[in-house]
């Protein structure tokens, strides 16, 4: 745990509901993101796969995210992706790497399919779901958990206009 992260959690503990009501929501949310994702990324990393790359198994699986499990360009898997890539994740490299180990297949137009050998490194990274799930959420019951999500959600809503707008 960093020390930001540290402090950060031991003001929590602290603060008072009008202290947290003044917080900015981008910091928070901007904190939570980099450390779960680190977290979810560290994780997965043990199984020896980066995140972009479960993502590139999962929406490759009929199993999974794919609806017909066509093969798909990287083109089309980075569009299916937009929401959740982050900016500094390659995935002309990181199915490069998925290829060579025999996870993917490559199409001689280029677009990637799934191989068996994927499939079940996908199926690895799931068994490992709720585990992640569990430490992320430890201490939060799933009704506070829920209000978050929620008002969350509400933010999201209430800037979508300006958003699109620009």
Do not use: C
């Not at 990181?94 to 180990?101: C, H, I, P, T």
């Not at 799934?114 to 569990?134: F, Q, T």
């Amino acid at each position: 745990m960093s020390n930001e992260t540290a402090s950060t959690a031991a003001a929590i503990d602290t603060a008072t509901d009008a202290e947290l009501a003044g917080q900015p929501v981008g910091y928070w949310t901007g904190l939570a993101h980099r450390d779960v994702i680190a977290y979810i990324r560290r994780r997965q990393g043990e199984l020896g796969l980066t995140q972009p790359q479960f993502w590139l198994l999962r929406n490759l699986s009929t199993d999974d995210l794919s609806p017909d499990g066509a093969p798909r360009s990287v083109a089309e898997l980075q569009e299916a992706m937009r929401d959740y890539l982050l900016p500094t994740d390659d995935l002309v490299a990181e199915s490069d790497v998925l290829v060579e180990r025999g996870w993917l297949t490559r199409e001689p137009d280029g677009r990637l399919q799934l191989a068996a050998e994927g499939e079940a490194a996908r199926l690895r990274v799931k068994e490992i779901a709720p585990s992640v799930r569990a430490h992320i959420h430890e201490g939060i019951d799933d009704a506070d958990y829920a209000t978050a999500v929620r008002v969350m959600q509400r933010m999201i809503a209430n800037v979508a206009v300006e958003r699109d707008g620009l």
